[in-house]
């Protein structure tokens, strides 16, 4: 991999995490600051604590602020910890291009005939 390749995901990956952070602490009403959460930080339990309602709020901050629609086959253990949220965000972003390449690729094979 080069590391332009790598650069850019670096990148990609703290920009997910600021948005999740951020669209946390605006979205619960969290009393911390981005630069406080740890990425590692657990979402329920000792970390920031959140519950069942929060989780939700989550779903919906995902959909709104990233465009990640949440399938009901997801495993539901991205939500453990800030970076495993990333990870998540990252690889249906990832997914969503491919599809749309996809989708590209067959409009123009079939606007060519």
Do not use: C, H, W
């Not at 990148?11 to 600021?18: A, P, T």
């Not at 946390?24 to 000792?46: A, C, H, M, W």
């Not at 495993?84 to 997914?95: D, G, R």
């Amino acid at each position: 991999m080069s590391s332009i390749g790598l650069d850019a995901q670096i990148e990609q990956r703290k920009l997910v995490l600021e948005k999740i952070k951020t669209g946390l602490i605006e979205r619960l009403n969290l009393y911390q600051e981005v630069k406080q959460i740890d990425d590692d930080t657990p979402l329920f339990g000792s970390g920031l604590k959140l519950d069942s309602v929060d989780a939700t709020e989550v779903i919906v901050l995902l959909d709104e602020t990233l465009n990640i629609r949440i399938k009901e086959g997801d495993d539901p253990s991205y939500m453990r910890s800030i970076n495993t949220l990333a990870s998540f965000v990252i690889e249906k972003q990832a997914e969503q291009a491919a599809e749309a390449e996809a989708t590209d690729a067959e409009a123009s094979s079939t606007g060519s005939n």
